[in-house]
C-alpha cells in the first residue's frame, strides 16, 4: 500500500493542524495504522494508532487528550487532528500501515511508510 501523508505546516503554541494520510495500492481497511513522528535529533517515535476498523485507538502519554486519530475506511483516508500544539510537537510526522490487529506501537510492526509531513510549532 502507499502512503501519503500531508497537512503538516508552521502554527503557533497552542493552536491546531490536522493532518492526512491517503493511502492507495491495496485494501486499506486491512491494515492497522499509526502516526509516528521524528523530532530534529532524536529517534522516531509513536504518536497514535488505529485499528482497522477504527474501533480502537491508542495514543502515546505526550499527545493523549490533545490529538485525536480517525480514519475513513470508504475514503482511504486517516487523519490526525492536533489541537494545543506545543514548540515540543515540532517534528516531522509520518503515517505508517501494518497487517495488524488491534492497535500496536511498534515502528517493526509497521510494514509501510509515507514520506513524512513536517510540523512546526513556535512559541
Known amino acids: 500500500v502507499q502512503l501519503q501523508a500531508f497537512g503538516g505546516g508552521l502554527v503557533q503554541a497552542g493552536g491546531s493542524l490536522r493532518l492526512s494520510c491517503a493511502a492507495s495500492?491495496?485494501?486499506?481497511?486491512?491494515?492497522?495504522m499509526g502516526w509516528f513522528r521524528q523530532a530534529p535529533g532524536k529517534e522516531r517515535e509513536f504518536a497514535c494508532a488505529?485499528?482497522?476498523?477504527?474501533?480502537?485507538?491508542y495514543y502515546a502519554d505526550f499527545v493523549r487528550g490533545r490529538f485525536a486519530i480517525s480514519r475513513d475506511n470508504a475514503k482511504n483516508t486517516m487523519t490526525l487532528q492536533m489541537n494545543s500544539l506545543k514548540p515540543e510537537d515540532t517534528a516531522v510526522y509520518y503515517c505508517?500501515?501494518?497487517?495488524?490487529?488491534?492497535?500496536?506501537?511498534?515502528?517493526?510492526?509497521?510494514?509501510?511508510w509515507g514520506q513524512g509531513t513536517e510540523v512546526t510549532v513556535s512559541s
Open positions: 505508517a500501515a501494518g497487517d495488524t490487529v488491534g492497535v500496536v506501537t511498534r515502528a517493526t510492526q509497521y510494514d509501510y
Open positions: 495500492g491495496r485494501t486499506f481497511m486491512n491494515y492497522g
Open positions: 488505529i485499528s482497522r476498523s477504527g474501533g480502537s485507538t
